[in-house]
């Protein structure tokens, strides 16, 4: 496979760097200070030309590839900042949208996840369950030419905010068969929808992950994204190009820990030189470099063949399963090049540390990936 980076590729990482270095910092400081995103962060990316990246120029996108996308996320990756996380889901909903939608559907809903009036969600998991369709309890029930939907979706990114969220729910219709979820476009702000506070996160600091609890909340059959039965699939596709891309961020985060141990190595003065030329430490180094590298080869190949359209669903859950400790290592020892410094905020690292944390937990387990990878190894006819 050939991972040369062409002139556009690196136009793109041009301009992901520029954005990081032009508006992240402002965007990082409201966040402090609020514990949330800034109300007009869509805006933002609207602006900047970020929204819609793999998404037909018809319907608002930009119409590029999932690989520049993740050239982009693995950019601002390196900031530490938590606001890749929207910037993923615009992407990704918007994506996934076009991908299973009808005509109407698209058309409807895609634009305003691209223009950026609309904040996306994609929510799946509930008190009960973040892997196991069997046990959903949020309902939908036909009623006439609508659904109601009851229940409470737990731990869901941007809930709160003004958009479009795609809710995977059980559907009464479908009672007594092997596939009963189906996929619903709800506007977040339909009569009966209530959020909880959002959660204080471990690294995903000012993240508005919140519970989104359902009474009654009426929802046309025209929002039904692709068919009924279908809702797990859905959530499989979109999980898949979401684990990807999280991983792109994690690179990114990896590599700004790598930058930052070596900038602290060749300043820090240990038995008279640079800590940097002990044999530890450029071990050290050397570990975490060939780390990196291999994590990024990973991502790299996973996305082409996303791009090429093959099943690149397994090849996404490897991704997960090796850059994770992987990226979760890199950062620890970065700690550990820092001393104590490492291990106080007045140094990036320790919060790199923090955010390479929710790979393991956050779209899917690393448990769950896994298991996916292991299960297909023993069908797999090949050897
Ligand atoms: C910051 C943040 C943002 C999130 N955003 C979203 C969002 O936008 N939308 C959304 O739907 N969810 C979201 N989540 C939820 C997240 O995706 C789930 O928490 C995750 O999928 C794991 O589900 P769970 O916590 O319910 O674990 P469970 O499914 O209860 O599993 C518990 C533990 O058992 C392990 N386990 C479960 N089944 C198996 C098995 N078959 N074999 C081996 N081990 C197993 C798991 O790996 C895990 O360690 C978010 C979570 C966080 C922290």
Redesign the pocket.
């Known amino acids: 496979m050939d991972f040369t980076i062409s002139p556009v590729n690196k136009m793109i990482i041009k301009a992901a760097k520029d954005f990081s270095e032009r508006k992240i910092p402002a965007i990082e400081a409201y966040m402090k200070a609020n514990n949330d995103y800034p109300p007009d962060l869509m805006e933002i990316y609207a602006k900047n030309r970020m929204l819609g990246f793999n998404v037909p120029r018809e319907y608002g996108g930009i119409g590029t590839s999932n690989f520049n996308m993740i050239l982009y996320i693995e950019e601002m990756g390196k900031t530490a900042s938590t606001c890749f ?1 929207p910037f993923m ?1 615009n992407n990704s909903v918007a994506e996934t949208i076009c991908h299973w939608g009808s005509e109407e559907v698209k058309k409807k809903f895609v634009p305003p996840l691209c223009d950026g009036t609309a904040w996306a ?6 008190p ?5 369709p069997k046990m959903l309890t949020t309902t939908a029930r036909p009623d006439g030419d609508d659904f109601i939907i009851n229940g409470t ?7 709160n905010k003004p958009g479009y969220g795609v809710f ?1 729910c059980k559907d009464l219709s479908l009672a007594g068969q092997k596939n009963n979820t189906t996929a619903f476009i709800i506007d977040k702000s339909s009569p009966g929808i209530s959020c909880s506070k959002h ?1 204080e ?1 471990t690294g ?1 600091e000012g ?1 508005d ?1 919140c519970d989104i609890t359902f009474t009654d909340v009426r929802v046309p059959k025209g929002n039904i994204l692709g068919n009924q039965g279908e809702g797990f699939n859905i ?1 499989l596709r979109w ?1 898949a190009g979401e684990r990807i891309q999280q991983a792109a961020g994690m690179v990114g985060v990896g590599q700004r820990a790598f930058d930052e141990a070596k900038k602290y190595s060749l300043q820090r003065v240990v038995n008279g030189m640079p800590m940097g030329y002990m044999q530890g430490f450029y071990w050290m180094l050397g570990e975490m470099k060939v780390k990196l590298e291999a994590c990024r080869l990973m991502v790299y190949q996973a996305v082409c063949k996303q791009d090429a359209g093959k099943a690149f669903e397994v090849d996404s859950a490897e991704v997960k399963v090796f850059t994770t400790p992987m990226i979760q290592e890199v950062t620890r020892m970065a700690v550990q090049f820092l001393g104590s410094y490492g291990y106080s905020k007045e140094y990036i690292v320790e919060k790199l540390f923090r955010l390479a944390m ?1 790979q ?9 990936n ?2 996916i990878v292991g299960m297909t190894a023993l069908m797999s006819r090949s050897k």
Request: proline share 0%.
């Open positions: 996380l889901m969600t994609m929510a799946f998991t509930e009960d369950t973040g892997s196991d979706k737990r731990f869901i990114s941007m809930a995977i959660y996160l995903l993240a992950t959530l999980i929710h393991g937990v956050v779209a899917s387990s690393l448990e769950i896994k298991t």
